[in-house]
């Protein structure tokens, strides 16, 4: 029977004080209880840590847990500061374990509080790493930008498109008084939004005297003559131009210089001859 050369304890006494799949070591014949103690570590039964050294007893958990060839406690430790981090408060790069205030200070991009604000992207670790996080990538959440209104730097989120500060935009905005009245129409300008433009104004037909609303570039004109109402002269004929809002000669009666004929000749052309004596 195989008997633990430490303490001459076999296999079966073992058993009921230390459990577990081999409780004296084949190869160095000793106990789980005095490996601990033995000068010669064995690669059967132990395992010593990477970092601190420490003798860790295998299939001892959760005594003894194993991650990656160190101990619990140095598997857990800071690359750059060395203080225990774990879980949530830590983040895995490049196999490496940062806490969370180190990694934000030595990988965060250069641009951030800048130009940009990040967020860390991670997944959640598998098998030894199963409570930590592992980095992926940074993600932009906000940009510095200027204020359209007040013209002060903000931070805007990437995915709004929003140009004012928040403070600009609960302000409550103006509402500008319409100078329009009985007489007079106007907008607002499209370059100057504050600004009112005057679009039609409110006249009256020289021959019935009704009222008539002439648009801003048709004022021009000294009288102004309704839908109704065209200009009597004998010697034209109009017809009313609704672009101009105004009655257009199309014919026009003159006196022919040849034969002496009042004839109609179209307006659009300056004759003193009617269209026989022209032929």
Same mark, same amino acid.
């Given at each position: 029977?195989?008997?633990?050369?430490?303490?001459?304890?076999?296999?079966?006494?073992?058993?009921?004080?230390?459990?577990?799949?081999?409780?004296?070591?084949?190869?160095?014949?000793?106990? /789980?209880?005095?490996?601990?103690?033995?000068?010669?570590?064995?690669?059967?039964?132990?395992?010593? *840590?990477?970092?601190?050294?420490?003798?860790?007893?295998?299939?001892?958990?959760?005594?003894?847990?194993?991650?990656?060839?160190?101990?619990?406690?140095?598997?857990?430790?800071?690359?750059? *500061?060395? =203080?225990?981090?774990?879980?949530?408060?830590?983040?895995?790069?490049?196999?490496?374990?940062?806490?969370?205030?180190?990694?934000?200070?030595?990988?965060?991009?250069?641009?951030?509080?800048?130009?940009?604000?990040?967020?860390?992207?991670?997944?959640?670790?598998?098998?030894?790493?199963?409570?930590?996080?592992?980095?992926?990538?940074? /993600?932009?959440?906000?940009?510095?930008?200027?204020?359209?209104?007040?013209?002060?730097?903000?931070?805007?989120?990437?995915?709004?498109?929003?140009?004012?500060?928040?403070?600009?935009?609960? =302000?409550?905005?103006?509402?500008?008084?319409?100078?329009?009245?009985?007489?007079?129409?106007?907008?607002?300008?499209?370059?100057?939004?504050?600004?009112?433009?005057?679009?039609?104004?409110?006249?009256?037909?020289?021959?019935?005297?009704?009222?008539?609303?002439?648009?801003?570039?048709?004022?021009?004109?000294?009288?102004?003559?309704?839908?109704?109402?065209?200009?009597?002269?004998? /010697?034209?004929?109009?017809?009313?131009?609704?672009?101009?809002?105004?009655?257009?000669?199309?014919?026009?009666?003159?006196?022919?210089?040849?034969?002496?004929?009042?004839?109609?000749?179209?307006?659009?052309?300056?004759?003193?001859?009617?269209?026989?004596?022209?032929?």
């Amino acid at each position: 029977m195989n008997l633990c050369i430490i303490c001459n304890i076999d296999e079966i006494e073992c058993g009921i004080y230390i459990l577990g799949k081999i409780n004296i070591c084949r190869k160095c014949n000793t106990c /789980r209880k005095c490996v601990k103690k033995k000068e010669i570590v064995c690669n059967v039964c132990t395992v010593k *840590c990477k970092k601190c050294e420490k003798i860790l007893l295998k299939d001892n958990w959760p005594e003894d847990i194993i991650k990656n060839g160190k101990c619990n406690k140095c598997f857990h430790l800071c690359k750059l *500061c060395n =203080k225990y981090a774990s879980g949530k408060k830590s983040i895995i790069k490049n196999n490496n374990r940062y806490c969370l205030n180190c990694f934000n200070k030595n990988f965060i991009p250069k641009d951030h509080d800048k130009k940009y604000k990040y967020k860390i992207i991670t997944k959640k670790g598998v098998d030894s790493e199963l409570d930590s996080l592992i980095f992926l990538n940074w /993600r932009k959440i906000k940009k510095s930008i200027i204020c359209e209104s007040c013209n002060e730097n903000f931070w805007k989120p990437v995915n709004f498109n929003n140009e004012k500060c928040n403070k600009c935009t609960r =302000k409550k905005t103006e509402k500008l008084e319409d100078p329009s009245d009985d007489y007079k129409k106007y907008i607002l300008s499209e370059k100057d939004k504050k600004k009112w433009v005057l679009i039609e104004e409110k006249k009256k037909c020289i021959q019935c005297f009704s009222s008539i609303w002439i648009k801003q570039e048709n004022l021009k004109s000294k009288h102004f003559y309704c839908r109704n109402c065209s200009p009597q002269d004998e /010697r034209k004929k109009c017809k009313y131009d609704d672009k101009s809002q105004r009655w257009i000669p199309y014919r026009i009666l003159i006196n022919c210089h040849n034969c002496k004929n009042d004839k109609w000749i179209f307006s659009q052309k300056e004759k003193t001859l009617c269209k026989q004596c022209e032929d």
